[in-house]
């Protein structure tokens, strides 16, 4: 079992920029993919991108492409988004989540930090 836990959140105004952070603890995560989500009030949750911890190779939903950004630090074990020109549509509560390779579902969850952009 992977734990993870997400920092970086806040309330930023639109046009701005956040990093988020996700610790990473548990396993030996060459076999992992982390995954970013986001969840706003009242929708579902929405997968934003992922990295393969192995290889760093990423992936990003199309809504996100261009304007967010993850990186992995080996030594450090965490993960990071990085959001530019935010936008109130971006407010929601972000997760960092992680997989194992050939596994499509994310078992294991942070608790989310939240990110509010106001206009």
């Known amino acids: 079992q992977v734990q993870l836990v997400e920092s970086g959140g806040g309330l930023v105004q639109a046009g701005g920029s956040l990093r988020l952070s996700c610790a990473l603890s548990?396993?030996?995560?060459?076999?992992?993919?982390m995954g970013w989500f986001r969840q706003a009030p009242g929708k579902e949750r929405e997968f934003v991108g992922s990295?393969?911890?192995?290889?760093?190779?990423?992936d990003y939903a199309d809504s996100v492409k261009g304007r967010f950004t993850i990186s992995r630090d080996v030594a450090k074990n965490t993960v990071s988004l990085q959001i530019n020109s935010l936008k109130p549509e971006d407010t929601a509560t972000y997760y960092c989540a992680a997989r194992r390779a050939g596994v499509s579902s994310y078992a294991s969850w942070g608790q989310g930090t939240q990110v509010t952009v106001s206009s």
């Open positions: 990295i393969s911890w192995s290889g760093g190779r990423t």
């Open positions: 548990g396993r030996t995560l060459n076999a992992y993919f």
